[in-house]
């Protein structure tokens, strides 16, 4: 599984213009990090890319104490979110390593949100090219920002640690956020040749991707401000952007390490076998291969319910994998 530090330093800049949605990609990186501290050791279990995800506001529509839903696979799909640029040219060695859907600005009305997708590169060395678009029309310049042509476009430039940011909006697209920063340096003089070569390079390309939708959240949980981030080895991490939820939901070609967290009981969850970990953890291998897993990763919290677990479970709206060319 990839570490989140790259994504973190990535986003670091867009999450001061989109502050809920950073703290979307902030919760769900922090769930993954505190995942992987617990020993939560994924175990290989299959090859290619799966996928599934989100794409409208997490409703809270059924509860523990009501009717729990039950979706069979193939059915009420998570929705496509759409992808208007993509990057003709990237350096060499930078290869994919992030996409996140979310929705940020919890307190705004719901078609006043702004849905944000970001997609990001790596070179493995501390490189990163980041690709977001805003829905947002505002956009207020810092103080240090500096004007340069990009096709013909008048596009904002930052420079900083984070490496160069340019933002624009290309004819006929969306407002786009490109920030470049080449083997971790943080040098402006070797990070903005870089970020205008990509920028000026940049081309519509419209793609759609199906994200996972949670149907489904304890009462008491902020639904309003969400988002999903796939890794291309093939895992979904979905959730809200309130922190006092801390439960992983995700999905993918592996189940859990059963040796450190050994099988409890098998159970039946969305009509497929599934099991219960000492820990809570439920675990549920999908008809195509592919394993749901629903897990705590608080250590301070109260042991995962069952009953929770597998309300979670069974509001996952499912989606098919996810198209690499998305990159």
């Known amino acids: 599984m990839h570490e989140t530090e790259q994504l973190k330093a990535a986003f670091a800049t867009i999450a001061e213009e989109a502050p809920d949605v950073g703290g979307v990609t902030a919760a769900l990186a ?10 939560m050791v994924l175990r290989l279990a299959g090859a290619g890319a799966a996928a599934v995800a989100i794409g409208g506001g997490v409703a809270t529509y059924e509860r523990l104490a009501g009717r729990r839903p039950v979706l069979p696979e193939a059915e009420q799909p998570g929705d496509a979110v759409a992808l208007h640029t993509r990057p003709a040219w990237l350096p060499d060695g930078y290869t994919p390593s992030q996409l996140v859907v979310a929705v940020g600005d919890a307190n ?15 070179d493995g060395d501390g490189g990163t090219v980041t690709l977001a678009e ?8 810092p103080a240090n920002a500096t004007t340069v042509d ?40 070797v990070d903005r040749p870089l970020a205008l070569r990509i920028a000026q390079r940049l081309t519509l390309s419209p793609a759609r991707v199906v994200v996972p939708r949670l ?25 809200p952007a309130d922190r006092a939820f801390t439960t992983m939901v995700d999905l993918g070609p592996t189940g859990l390490d059963t040796h450190a967290d050994p099988i ?34 608080n250590k301070d919290a109260p042991p995962l319910s069952f009953d929770t677990a597998r309300a979670l479970a069974e509001g996952l709206r499912l989606a098919p994998p996810v198209d690499p060319s998305v990159f």
């Open 215 to 239: 149907g489904w959240l304890p009462p008491g949980v902020d639904g309003s401000a969400w988002g999903d981030m796939y890794v291309p080895d093939g895992y979904w991490y979905a959730g």
């Open 264 to 297: 409890a009981r098998t159970v039946q969850v969305r009509g497929r076998d599934g099991y219960v970990t000492r820990s809570g953890a439920l675990v549920i291998h999908l008809a195509d291969g592919r394993w749901l897993r629903v897990y705590e990763t």
């Open 30 to 39: 922090e769930r993954r990090r505190v995942a992987s501290q617990r020993r």
């Open 150 to 189: 990009v096709g013909g476009v008048s596009a904002v430039l930052v420079a900083g640690p984070s490496g160069t940011e340019l933002t624009w909006r290309p004819s006929g697209g969306p407002m786009v956020r490109l920030q470049a920063r080449r083997g971790g340096s943080g040098d402006p003089e």
């Open 134 to 141: 805003l829905t947002a029309a505002g956009f207020t310049p």
């Open 108 to 122: 705004s009305p719901e078609e006043l949100r702004q849905l944000y997708t970001a997609r990001a590169w790596s």
